[in-house]
T-cell receptor, first 115, second 112 residues
Framework: GENVEQHPSTLSVQEGDSAVIKCTYS??????FPWYKQELGKGSQLIID?????GEKKDQRIAVTLNKTAKHFSLHITETQPEDSAVYFC??????????????FGKGTKLSVIP | DAGVIQSPRHEVTEMGQEVTLRCKPI?????LFWYRQTMMRGLELLIY????????DSGMPEDRFSAKMPNASFSTLKIQPSEPRDSAVYFC??????????FGPGTRLTVL
């Protein structure tokens, strides 16, 4: 089955700096890679996702890159703000038409943005 | 929409007791997922439903765990009997078509 590794487990950055979280996956058939933000007392919120036919996707201060050959994908947050502090999870899935959508999650990265 | 609703938010029980966790998915979503989150194992998929039908329950740890979805707006995850190692945060998520999953706030379960 799929195995997703996520690094680092904790990350502290100064407000305004960039943060990068990296994930690797094992199943070359995986083709859908979402990122979730989990804040204390709340469920995980989908913040961005990427499909395997795309190498990079941006949404304001957030970007995700995918390297299918190396089987890794990364989350980039620029101009970090204190409200970006949360636990971030990457995930991988093989999506086949109307078939399985099982997500395999990384262990999470606790991001702390220091004002 | 209020989003995915889970109840209770916190549950403390004694070993051997039955625990029932509840989930109301977002209206119109045809997929529902149950996850368990622990420090050691992260987020693990337990079971998921499509149109109220269980599709894959291979993540359910033991026969003590069972899940039902009697209709499109309600699902339960039951643990009977509960054990201390079941202590975790249990998340329910729903999705339109399976891709973008929307998570509930979770139920923090403590089994003493």
């Amino acid at each position: 089955g799929e195995n997703v590794e996520q690094h680092p487990s904790t990350l502290s950055v100064q407000e305004g700096d960039s943060a990068v979280i990296k994930c690797t996956y094992s199943d070359s058939a995986s083709n859908y890679f979402p990122w979730y933000k989990q804040e204390l007392g709340k469920g995980s919120q989908l913040i961005i996702d990427i499909r395997s036919n795309v190498g990079e996707k941006k949404d304001q201060r957030i970007a995700v890159t995918l390297n299918k050959t190396a089987k890794h994908f990364s989350l980039h947050i620029t101009e970090t703000q204190p409200e970006d502090s949360a636990v971030y999870f990457c995930a991988a899935s093989r999506v086949e038409g109307a078939g399985s959508y099982q997500l395999t999650f990384g262990k999470g990265t606790k991001l702390s943005v220091i004002p | 929409d209020a989003g995915v609703i889970q109840s209770p938010r916190h549950e403390v029980t004694e070993m051997g007791q039955e625990v029932t966790l509840r989930c109301k998915p977002i209206s119109g979503h045809d997929y529902l997922f149950w996850y368990r989150q622990t420090m050691m194992r992260g987020l693990e998929l337990l079971i998921y439903f499509n149109n109220n039908v269980p599709i894959d329950d291979s993540g359910m740890p033991e026969d003590r765990f069972s899940a039902k979805m009697p209709n499109a707006s309600f699902s339960t995850l039951k643990i009977q009997p509960s054990e201390p190692r079941d202590s975790a945060v249990y998340f329910c998520a729903s999705s339109p078509g399976g891709r973008g999953q929307y998570f509930g706030p979770g139920t923090r379960l403590t089994v003493l």
